[in-house]
Structures are given as C-alpha cells and as structure tokens.
C-alpha cells in the first residue's frame, strides 16, 4: 500500500516470459504464495490509459487455489497486505484496479479506464467501460 493507496499483486512482463508465468512470479515476490499458471483463470483485461507514461493493458486473474498465506515480501513497496471482500474494498484503492475489480464483479471481460474521448461519448458506459 503505497502512499495510503491499495493496490493487488501485479507488475510487468519479463522478457520471453508469458502472462501466465508472469502472475505466478508476481504472486510469490509479492505476497509469498506459490500458484500454479493452471490454477489462474483470467477475469478482465482493462485497456488502461494515465497511469504512467504509456497506454497498457491490465489482466486480471483470480486464482482458484495457492499455497501459502499471504505475507507483505516487499516492504520497501508496500506497507501492508490485507484481504478485502469484493463487496467491501476499501477507499483509496488504486483507480484502474478499482475499474478491473468493478469489472469483474459485474461479470464483464473487457473494458477501458482513462480514455476520455470514448468515456465521453454520454452512452452511459459504467467506469469500467
């Protein structure tokens, strides 16, 4: 928790290595569990435009089953590890993980998240859209 703001586990590709594999490590530098990439079900991709420099796409998994108990491995960047029900976040959660998690609970697979010319467009897309 960076800054008093929530975020999940997550980060970026390493060279040659697939997104699945990429969770996998994530999860155990993160927060110290072991996942299997075949327990990973992908849940939303969110095309993600100002939160850093360049446009990204954000993939959301949900593991079905790990081992270990989530412990905060990275305290020099992050403060706290903490679970949530998904229908109780909490304020000052991150906003592009906030639109995927929103997302996902209302079962939808894809959506986009600071692009402002379609946001704008008064079609009455939910945040994540």
């Known amino acids: 928790m960076p800054?008093?703001?929530w975020h999940l586990p997550s980060g970026k590709l390493d060279a040659g290595e697939s997104v699945l594999d990429a969770a996998v490590r994530?999860?155990?530098e993160e927060v110290g569990v072991l996942v299997e990439p075949g327990d990973l079900r992908h849940v939303h991709t969110l095309h993600?435009?100002?939160s850093g420099p360049e446009p990204r796409l954000g993939l959301f998994f949900e593991a079905c089953r790990w081992s270990g108990e989530p412990v905060n491995r990275e305290p020099e960047k992050c403060s706290g590890v903490q679970w949530f029900r998904l229908d109780?976040?909490?304020a000052?959660?991150?906003?592009?993980?906030a639109a995927g998690l929103a997302a996902y609970a209302a079962?939808?697979?894809f959506g986009l998240h600071g692009w402002h010319d379609s946001e704008a467009t008064g079609r009455g897309q939910?945040?994540?859209w």
């Open 3 to 5: 800054d008093g703001l």
């Open 26 to 28: 994530e999860a155990e």
């Open 48 to 50: 993600v435009n100002g």
């Open 88 to 90: 109780g976040l909490p």
């Open 92 to 97: 000052g959660l991150i906003a592009y993980p």
């Open 107 to 109: 079962g939808h697979t």
């Open 126 to 128: 939910p945040p994540w």
